[in-house]
């Protein structure tokens, strides 16, 4: 086998690379432990970690369930799953109740998850808002 030479310095690059990558991924981690949680160290670093949803101007029942729910907690400010519910269907009475409270859940679960919206923890519910 061919000896290689391998110097102090090619050593401490790939110290150091390796170093940046294990932080990057620690700083992942602790973010999703942070989502988790539902907590933020500082509001600074929460509304750093948020990302805008878009808020339309008016109801549209054509529109996703995303900006039904952006449009409803920016006439509510602070809603909980079932106040959004509700208001969506004194927009929309034609809708089906039951799938409603099921898309509600599931696209409030993911907007929280990314970060699109805020929520607290309020006894077994959360309270969702947009800022």
Do not use: C, W
Request: without cysteine; aromatic residues 6%; positive net charge.
């Amino acid at each position: 086998m061919k000896e290689q030479n391998i110097t102090d310095q090619q050593i401490l690059i790939h110290l150091n690379s390796k170093k940046k990558y294990l932080l990057s991924e620690l700083n992942k981690i602790e973010l999703a432990i942070q989502a988790f949680k539902g907590n933020f160290n500082s509001k600074k670093e929460m509304e750093s970690n948020l990302k805008k949803i878009e808020i339309p101007k008016k109801y549209n029942k054509n529109d996703k369930t995303d900006l039904k729910i952006a449009f409803v907690l920016s006439k509510l400010n602070r809603a909980d799953k079932n106040e959004i519910v509700k208001e969506i269907l004194n927009l929309e009475p034609d809708q089906d109740e039951k799938k409603l409270i099921n898309n509600v859940s599931v696209r409030l679960s993911f907007l929280l998850k990314n970060n699109k919206i805020i929520a607290e923890k309020a006894g077994r519910n959360y309270i969702y808002f947009l800022e």
